[in-house]
């Protein structure tokens, strides 16, 4: 009977234990991201790195809204887009990228009913003092490091002009406008004309189509003007795959699109078809867009960071906010770990450089620099 006693006691034991980790692997396992993302119009790799997260963990994990194409003016489907994935009980945290104009308001909504998620902040395009109070990882490419490296890296290619495409709403943000100015510096320290150009925004009146049209028909004119040793540069996602189109024809040079990367632009403006098998291989993509450019006769005129930075906000980011939900680290400024998954995502070191400006330091806002490969 003792015997008995002990072999039941042994098996409710063992029952209850199962029991206790079945359903802490449920509740470990009821967790969901939500991904905010522009339009394939704005910017297609950021939203393929969503899609490529979605397809990875499941919509059972994973939720993925976009920014409407004309932000600016319907920012209350912004807002109702956050709070719309912030309503999913099991949703742990929000990956935004690019954060855009309205993405602020957004989180404050959020915020109303939901302060226990981890945000993830990645391209915002709202003042630093605004963004940094509501994200916990603010990311972004370093733009005052690109002020000198965009223009040197000109210079490497043969530029003797440098062109900048802007508009007002971008030139509004402190950082855009303290990269041009740093560009101009730059520009006259290494010998270089500087020429700022403004262009159509596209979410104005002439919408993405105008903004574009007009990037096609002023490269040729600026290469007329100053000859095919004029490197360009815009500002705007939308207007990369026109600036290279146009620079591709005219023979002229291009060190890098907005948000460096080899899948932002190259590939559409190229007429490149990435098969099923190779989407994701960067060096695929690299190879392709170096052999393409060697038959247009533009090898050595063109460049971009090996890595797509905005895609690796996206799927680094989720992994570092999913690392967080598992109780792997409870700081939520953790750059080694961030680097770390950086590195896992492109194979190569990002130099990270916490955020000053105005003498002010914010503890989670960093910028990313990355070296640039030439085709």
Same mark, same amino acid.
């Given at each position: ?31 969901? +991201? /939500?991904?905010? *993302?522009? *339009? ?52 742990? /945290? ?36 605004? +963004? ?16 000198? /490296? ?47 150009? *403004? ?22 004119? &600026? ?17 990369? +795959? ?36 190779? &989407? ?11 052999? +393409? ?18 895609? &690796? ?63």
């Amino acid at each position: 009977m003792n015997h008995y006693r002990k072999s039941l006691l042994l098996v409710l034991t063992v029952v209850f234990v199962l029991t206790l980790m079945t359903f802490s692997a449920v509740g470990q396992d009821k967790w969901k +991201i /939500g991904i905010m *993302t522009t *339009t394939v119009t704005q910017n297609e790799e950021e939203y393929r790195a969503a899609q490529h997260v979605l397809a990875k963990y499941g919509p059972e994990h994973i939720i993925h809204m976009t920014f409407p194409d004309k932000f600016m003016d319907e920012q209350e489907t912004s807002i109702a887009n956050l709070v719309s994935m912030a309503s999913d009980p099991d949703l742990k /945290g929000l990956v935004i990228c690019q954060a855009v104009p309205g993405t602020a308001p957004g989180i404050d909504a959020v915020k109303e009913f939901r302060d226990d998620l981890f945000i993830f902040i990645g391209q915002p395009q709202e003042d630093p003092p605004v +963004i940094s109070a509501r994200g916990d990882i603010v990311m972004q490419m370093d733009e005052m490091g690109m002020g000198v /490296g965009i223009p040197t890296q000109a210079k490497n290619l043969g530029a003797k002009v440098l062109v900048h495409y802007s508009f007002p709403r971008h030139m509004s943000y402190p950082l855009l406008s303290g990269r041009r100015e740093l560009m101009k510096e730059t520009c006259a320290r290494l010998g270089l004309e500087f020429v700022d150009a *403004t262009s159509p925004d596209p979410t104005g009146d002439a919408g993405t189509t105008g903004s574009q049209q007009f990037i096609l028909e002023d490269v040729p004119r &600026m290469v007329e003007k100053y000859g095919k040793d004029t490197c360009f540069f815009s500002t705007n996602c939308s207007q990369q +795959i026109p600036l290279i189109s146009a620079v591709v024809a005219t023979g002229a040079l291009y060190a890098q699109p907005c948000c460096p990367s080899p899948y932002h632009g190259f590939p559409s403006a190229l007429g490149m078809e990435i098969p099923e098998d190779k &989407m994701g291989d960067l060096q695929y993509a690299i190879d392709e867009i170096t052999k +393409i450019m060697a038959e247009k006769g533009m090898t050595g005129r063109t460049s971009t960071w090996p890595v797509p930075v905005a895609m &690796m906000f996206i799927e680094a980011g989720t992994e570092y906010v999913k690392d967080w939900i598992d109780g792997k680290f409870t700081e939520k400024v953790n750059i080694p770990l961030l680097k770390e998954k950086f590195f896992e995502y492109s194979g190569v070191d990002a130099k990270l450089t916490q955020l000053e400006e105005g003498g002010v330091k914010y503890d989670n806002y960093y910028g990313i620099l990355v070296d640039h490969i030439t085709f």
